[in-house]
């Protein structure tokens, strides 16, 4: 286990919080794909929500390879949630996501509803 994940463990943050932030953003600053994955979610479902944040972070995350971040990439293009509207790109995504493993991402743009419910059942 990354000394990043046993961090995040070991904390006590509130939701959302600016340190709840401050720590992914660390994280993602620092190389760590799966922690910009979780600043992306953080924007997204935040009660501040960012969207240019969330897709920003997203990218990140993608083109560190995390496949995560290119699912959550693709799902921004699809929906123009935080970025332009590009269903070229969004497609592209998705099949990459898919490639690297993110079976939801084969279904394209009709798994973004499933997906949001995995993320919000994860976050309860």
Same mark, same amino acid.
């Given at each position: 286990?990354? !000394?990043?994940?046993? !961090?995040? #463990? !070991?904390?006590?943050?509130?939701? %959302? @919080?600016?340190?709840?932030? =401050?720590?992914?953003? /660390?994280?993602?600053?620092?190389?760590?794909?799966?922690?910009?994955?979780?600043?992306?979610?953080? #924007?997204?479902? @935040?009660?501040?929500?960012?969207?240019?944040?969330?897709?920003?972070?997203?990218?990140?995350?993608?083109?560190? *390879?995390?496949?995560? *971040?290119?699912?959550?990439?693709?799902?921004? %293009?699809?929906?123009? @949630?935080?970025?332009? #509207?590009?269903?070229?790109?969004?497609?592209?995504?998705?099949?990459?996501?898919?490639?690297?493993?993110?079976?939801? $991402?084969?279904?394209?743009? /009709?798994?973004?509803?499933? $997906?949001?419910?995995?993320?919000?059942?994860?976050? =309860?």
């Amino acid at each position: 286990m990354s !000394d990043f994940v046993a !961090d995040l #463990h !070991d904390a006590d943050f509130e939701p %959302y @919080s600016p340190e709840q932030v =401050q720590f992914f953003q /660390s994280g993602c600053n620092a190389g760590l794909g799966k922690a910009c994955v979780g600043l992306a979610v953080l #924007h997204a479902l @935040s009660p501040n929500q960012n969207l240019s944040a969330a897709a920003a972070a997203a990218q990140q995350a993608c083109a560190m *390879g995390d496949e995560e *971040g290119c699912y959550f990439l693709a799902a921004a %293009y699809a929906t123009g @949630s935080g970025v332009q #509207h590009d269903p070229a790109m969004a497609d592209m995504l998705f099949a990459q996501s898919c490639q690297m493993g993110v079976q939801l $991402a084969c279904e394209g743009a /009709s798994s973004i509803p499933n $997906a949001m419910a995995i993320i919000e059942t994860r976050l =309860q």
